[in-house]
């Protein structure tokens, strides 16, 4: 982690959306809830980031110790992705947007475009 950029932040709020803030951050870690995932796995899960976008993105997140990368050293190459002990402890922040969400949906009396993949869902 970078000690001089934590410093930097002049409130809690600015260091959670220093580390989360990201266009696609929230949304890597959602999918990374509870799994490890390859790169193209997450591309596939968050199709609107561009290529560079969500490279720059879990690069970010590695950085800021939300997201351990595990490279293998075969051919082709095989990268994997998951939450840190530190990304762990932003799940139950997570399920809070994703229930605010899910609860602004049904206000707008929209369907949850994607209903059936809630990880926070019982049952």
């Not at 959306?17 to 951050?25: A, P, R, S, T």
């Not at 990374?32 to 490279?55: C, N, Q």
Request: charged residues 20%; glycine residues 10%.
């Amino acid at each position: 982690m970078d000690v001089e950029k934590i410093a930097g932040y002049s409130c809690p709020i600015e260091a959670f959306m220093g580390v989360l803030g990201g266009k696609y951050k929230a949304i890597i870690a959602y999918e990374l809830i509870g799994r490890t995932l390859r790169y193209s796995e997450i591309a596939r899960l968050v199709p609107a980031a561009t290529p560079r976008m969500l490279s720059r993105q879990l690069k970010e997140l590695e950085a800021d110790g939300i997201v351990h990368r595990e490279m293998y050293p075969v051919v082709p190459p095989k990268t994997e992705y998951s939450l840190t002990e530190l990304g762990q402890t932003l799940v139950p922040l997570i399920k809070g947007m994703c229930d605010w969400g899910y609860a602004y949906f049904d206000l707008a009396g929209v369907p949850a475009p994607c209903e059936g993949v809630n990880p926070f869902a019982e049952g």
